[in-house]
Nanobody, 123 residues
Framework: QVQLVESGGGSVQAGGSLRLSCAAS????????MAWFRQAPGKEREGVAT???????TYADSVKGRFTISQDNSKNTLYLQMNSLKPEDTAMYSC?????????????????WGQGTQVTVSS
């Protein structure tokens, strides 16, 4: 069982930045992949970025060059630095953990989820 708690969401104007955090706890074995997903009203959940235990990363095309995923293993915390935010980035952002052996931005591959934190970008 992995418990995930996100923080850092909020409201920002277009072009601004936010950093999301996800604190992980209560696991016996560290997840092999951690990821950020987002879901806007009326849309399907979308994979944003994923990171493995060797700090290898994968990003959705829509956020490449603007978002950076990272993790601090000593603090069991996952981060998402979001720069140059756009109104279309507005969504509920959730972190997730997986014990798969491949990088994936598909929600179906993730076993554990946080409750989410809202990000709103105004134009």
């Amino acid at each position: 069982q992995v418990q995930l708690v996100e923080s850092g969401g909020g409201s920002v104007q277009a072009g601004g930045s936010l950093r999301l955090s996800c604190a992980a706890s209560a696991y016996a074995y560290a997840p092999l992949y951690m990821a950020w997903f987002r879901q806007a009203p009326g849309k399907e959940r979308e994979g944003v970025a994923t990171i493995d235990n060797d700090a290898g990363t994968t990003y959705a095309d829509s956020v490449k060059g603007r978002f950076t995923i990272s993790q601090d293993n000593s603090k069991n915390t996952l981060y998402l630095q979001m720069n140059s935010l756009k109104p279309e980035d507005t969504a509920m952002y959730s972190c997730a953990a997986a014990y798969t052996y491949w990088a994936s931005l598909s929600p179906a591959d993730y076993n554990y989820w946080g409750q989410g934190t809202q990000v709103t970008v105004s134009s």
